[in-house]
């Protein structure tokens, strides 16, 4: 059984910052890609930002320069700091993982609950 956990959403004030973090915990071999992706009401859901377990990222072009993504391996969390936060951010904000559960089998692709981040104006 694999959980991701996501934390630090939150109400901000357009320009302001919140740092977001997501621990992945139970029985895991190893993790690939993580990520954050985020879904507004009435939209679909998008890309945030990606990062593999060699440090590579990517990021949605609505994000770059202001949202920094990094991950620590050893305690298998990924965080993405959002800076200068506009209300176009508004979002509830999923984490994503690829994560193997044993050296023998495929790498599964598992989301955490979400949380929500609100931008005012």
């Known amino acids: 059984q694999v959980q991701l956990v996501e934390s630090g959403g939150g109400l901000v004030q357009a320009g302001g910052s919140l740092r977001l973090s997501c621990a992945a915990s139970?029985?895991?071999?190893?993790?690939?890609?993580m990520g954050w992706y985020r879904q507004a009401p009435g939209k679909e859901r998008e890309l945030v930002a990606t990062?593999?377990?060699?440090?590579?990222?990517n990021y949605g072009d609505s994000v770059k320069g202001r949202f920094t993504i990094s991950r620590d391996n050893i305690q298998n969390t990924v965080y993405l700091q959002m800076n200068s936060l506009k209300p176009e951010d508004t979002a509830v904000y999923y984490c994503?993982?690829?994560?193997?559960?044993?050296?023998?089998?495929?790498?599964?692709?598992?989301w955490g609950q979400g949380t929500q981040v609100t931008v005012s104006s």
């Open positions: 139970g029985s895991i071999f190893n993790i690939n890609v």
């Open positions: 994503n993982a690829d994560i193997r559960v044993h050296y023998a089998l495929g790498y599964l692709d598992s």
């Open positions: 990062i593999t377990s060699g440090g590579s990222t």
